[in-house]
DNA sequence: AAGACACTCAACCGCCTAGGC
DNA sequence: TGCCTAGGCGGTTGAGTGTCT
């Protein structure tokens, strides 16, 4: 036995909205506000739609400073880290843009950057294959994971799915973008600085601003020290962590049980790599190579996210380095 | 020029949830 | 406590448009 539809489908108009019906229904709202009930709303107006017709009708095209395209690379790259850490939530993501529709990011996700991401990692494969190549012997290639090994990652259910795992499903692709660490825009210039400073860096335990944490956080948040050993990984607090209602300490990529027993091991992924290593971050001499992918560093330059709150306000963290991962290349 | 194919995005569908009764 | 309903949300569809051959 099928849900009682919200209307009668017989009696109501389908498909792409008039000029007119647009002029009626914003006329309307401006005038008399939704009233609270979209379902009667229709019939007030004297419009054949059906009530979420007209909600969504309003909320995605007509309510006043909507945007539409144009998507910046900071919105690029603050999609695809709060993709990260609470999947496919576009109406938590959006509203972390402003302007920006859940139904647009959706969108934007599903046709341009998803692609993106895997235009670039095919590309970064084929680099990896070429200086593979060229290296043979000397296994450039290889990375070592020394003092301690990278946390298993334990990623959060995806809500609704129901599909078989894919080579497109939200979890695959989430699992993509933790492997290539972050942005994965064009810009190759972009080299990133660890977010301590080397003066830090002797203090072992060592209190940081708001500003370090917020950006620290959403680096861990975006698992940056899992596959960037170039940046100093957090030792996550235990206590929950909010984000829009969402913790992401709970729902994004911790170490199983709190322990780093266990070698990063990026599942569902594998066909995409010949190989099973993990991205190597670091050449010999210190410095980045392409294949190391940053976006926190663009994030932080934006301040995000601006509601980032634990649930007593942000007050410190400790950067355990004994919990550090630092990766070298021979 | 035209048909095939690819892409975009507005809109719909159906499920889940919260709140009222 | 359980039912009902509207609102909200994510997944999917399909018409329109662009690009390729």
Same mark, same amino acid.
């Given at each position: 036995?099928?849900?009682?539809p919200c209307c009668d489908k017989a009696k109501v108009k389908k498909g /792409?909205?008039?000029p007119e019906?647009?002029?009626?229904?914003k006329s309307y709202i401006h005038q008399n506000g939704t009233g609270g009930n979209w379902i009667t709303l229709p019939q007030k107006i004297g419009l054949k739609r059906c009530g979420k017709s007209c909600?969504?009708?309003w909320l995605n095209y007509l309510r006043p400073n909507i945007k539409h395209g144009g998507f910046s690379e900071e919105e690029d790259n603050i999609i695809c880290s709060l993709y990260i850490s609470?999947?496919?939530r576009w109406s938590i993501i959006a509203a972390q843009l402003p302007g920006r529709t859940d139904n647009d990011v959706?969108?934007?996700w599903n046709t341009r950057l998803k692609k993106k991401l895997l235009g670039k990692q095919r590309r970064e494969k084929q680099e990896r294959r070429n200086s593979s190549a060229s290296a043979n012997n000397k296994n450039y290639n290889n990375i070592l994971i020394t003092q301690n /090994?990278?946390?298993q990652m334990v990623l959060p259910p995806i809500p609704y799915s129901n599909q078989e795992p894919r080579f497109n499903d939200h979890s695959s692709i989430r699992k993509l973008l933790i492997k290539l660490g972050g942005k994965f825009s064009n810009l190759q210039n972009d080299v990133t600085k660890p977010l301590i400073h080397e003066e830090e860096e002797e203090d072992p335990i060592k209190e940081i601003s708001n500003s370090d944490i917020h950006q620290q956080m959403f680096y861990t948040q975006s698992n940056i020290d899992l596959v960037c050993p170039n940046f100093y990984p957090l030792h996550l607090p235990n206590e929950p962590h909010f984000m829009n209602g969402v913790d992401i300490t709970t729902s994004t990529l911790q170490g199983q049980n709190g322990n780093y027993e266990n070698p990063l091991k990026l599942q569902g992924l594998e066909f995409l790599y010949e190989d099973d290593h993990i991205l190597n971050c670091t050449t010999s001499n210190g410095t980045y190579n392409n294949n190391c992918i940053d976006w926190g560093h663009?994030?932080?330059s934006l301040g995000f996210p601006s509601n980032y709150n634990n649930s007593e306000g942000v007050e410190e963290v400790a950067i355990d380095h004994d919990k550090m991962t630092t990766g070298y290349i021979y």
């Open positions: 036995m099928g849900r009682a /792409p909205w008039s019906e647009d002029a009626s229904l909600r969504l009708r609470i999947g496919s959706k969108n934007y /090994p990278l946390p663009e994030m932080n």
